[in-house]
């Protein structure tokens, strides 16, 4: 019964997607809002790298937004041999095999996870990251990006593979990048971000 609301819901899913891309209208104020540090959040300065997986544009585009914000450095994961990752997979808890990374996870004092929710749970490329990089990071926190699924319960299962505790997360839900304004998106985004700095 799982597997074929799960099926659905891709279908569902997939078919929206198309359509953003399609009307260009999912991001609409991509340029629009600014993002600053907040004085309070103080110094010193934290080594941060952002990690996620992203096979539309969402989950990316709250990576390059974070990065901006904090300074941060970034790591796109991609599969091995570029195979998309499969929801039938997602949805029994599978890991995929991803490449080689360009950074060092454990070079960073902080590593900010960003998974799209796929069949409510992780998406594979994530699992892997989480599973084979988790004992050598320092720090994580974790962002969702979902058409509605709560973030508390997939950021339990991140923590869970990966090993570390979130000093922080957030959720994105697709409905907040159709917001006008921008400013739901932007709260979450400085909420999290004041979560780093507070520990
Ligand atoms: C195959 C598939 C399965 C999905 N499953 C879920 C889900 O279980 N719960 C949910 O809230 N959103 C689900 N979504 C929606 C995505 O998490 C959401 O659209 C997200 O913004 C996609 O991020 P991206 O643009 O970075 O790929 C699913 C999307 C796809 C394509």
């Known amino acids: 019964m799982k597997l074929i609301l799960c099926i659905l819901f891709a279908v569902y899913t997939l078919a929206s997607a198309e359509e953003d891309t399609r009307s260009g209208a999912s991001i609409s104020f991509k340029n629009k809002i600014q993002f600053t540090r907040d004085p309070a959040w103080g110094t010193p300065e934290k080594k941060i790298l952002i990690v996620y997986y992203s096979q539309g544009q969402n989950t990316g585009y709250i990576a390059e937004t974070l990065a901006g914000l904090l300074g941060a450095d970034l790591e796109r994961l991609t599969t091995r ?7 039938i997979s997602a949805s029994f808890g599978l890991e995929q095999a991803i490449n080689d990374l360009q950074k060092n996870p454990a070079d960073y004092d902080l590593v900010i996870i960003g998974n799209p929710v796929w069949s409510w749970n992780i998406i594979p490329p994530v699992r ?12 994580a926190a974790y962002f969702t990006v979902a058409g509605g699924t709560e973030p508390d319960k997939i950021v339990k299962k991140m923590e869970a593979v990966c090993g570390k505790s979130a000093v922080s997360f957030t959720g994105i839900n697709d409905a907040d990048f159709q917001e006008k ?11 999290f971000a004041a979560g780093f700095y507070q520990k």
């Not at 892997?128 to 720090?139: D, E, N, R, V």
């Not at 304004?181 to 909420?191: A, H, T, Y």
């Open 81 to 87: 041999n570029g195979k998309k990752p499969s929801i």
């Open 181 to 191: 304004s921008g400013e739901i998106l932007r709260k979450r985004l400085m909420d």
């Open 128 to 139: 892997a990251f989480l599973k084979t990089y988790g004992p050598a990071i320092k720090s």
